[in-house]
């Protein structure tokens, strides 16, 4: 299977300013034949299911915000949350859909300082 | 609307069998693979399987392989998650989720969930 690992944990950001979460995976999510990387990004508020945010690492899904963004190649991903807002209070996870299974990382809490 | 409303919270006791549902509203029900995914108490994400409701085929990851049962009944846009006997290692959230289709191509992030439903299994 594909580990995918989150860093940090947890993150504590004011609000206003920008937060990075990290997402690196056990192999290469990059696919040659069609030059995409198969990583998305999902929040998670307290008591509510998973909505997503970003695929094809950069995509940004129809009615997201564009403070939010995905970047990265092969095995190093970034989501950024510029200007952090209230309502971004959640936990961020990452998943692969290179290969099955399909695996998350284990989800970055973001608060507000 | 387009939604996936899964049923409610279950208590249930080791040994007991139990299916829950997600019940696909709004869109071409058959045209999206859905998965269905566990999330433990204070845990992440964990993949289980995904079932084509056109055929009926599931595809399980191999960690669940053998201890759940996907379904589906087109005529009432219902997908379900069956166990045989719990266990209570299965107490958790489980959601369901539509897989992305754009008309050509089936992806496998996930663009719809259902709400959620808590799983209890506890003596």
């Not at chain 1, 997402?23 to 998973?50: D, E, H, I, T, V």
């Not at chain 1, 989501?79 to 209230?86: D, E, G, N, P, V």
């Not at chain 1, 998943?95 to 973001?110: E, V």
């Not at chain 2, 069956?82 to 996930?110: M, P, V």
Request: with cysteine; charged share 15%.
């Amino acid at each position: 299977d594909i580990v995918m690992t989150q860093s940090p944990d947890s993150l504590t950001v004011s609000l206003g300013e920008r937060a990075t979460i990290n997402c690196k995976s056990s192999q290469s999510l990059f696919y040659s034949s069609n030059n995409k990387n198969y990583l998305a990004w999902y929040q998670q508020k307290p008591g509510q299911p998973p909505k997503l945010l970003i695929y094809w690492a950069s995509s940004r899904e129809s009615g997201v915000p564009d403070r939010f963004s995905g970047s990265g190649s092969g095995t190093d991903f970034t989501l950024t949350i510029s200007r952090l807002q209230a309502e971004d209070v959640a936990s961020y996870s990452c998943q692969q859909y290179y290969a099955s299974p399909y695996t998350f990382g284990q989800g970055t809490k973001l608060e507000i300082k | 609307e387009v939604q996936l409303v899964q049923s409610g919270a279950e208590m249930k006791k080791p040994g007991e069998s139990l299916r829950i549902s997600c019940q696909g509203s709004g869109y071409s029900f058959s045209s999206h693979w859905i998965s269905w995914v566990r999330q433990m108490p204070g845990k992440g994400l964990e993949w289980m399987g995904r079932i084509d409701p056109i055929d009926s085929y599931a595809h399980y990851s191999p960690s669940f392989q053998g201890h759940v049962t996907m379904s589906v009944d087109k005529s009432t846009s219902n997908v379900y998650l069956q166990w045989s006997s719990l266990k209570a290692s299965d107490t958790a959230i489980y959601f369901c989720a539509r897989h992305f289709y754009d008309g050509t191509e089936t992806e496998n992030w996930f663009d719809l969930w259902g709400q959620g439903t808590l799983v209890s299994v506890s003596s």
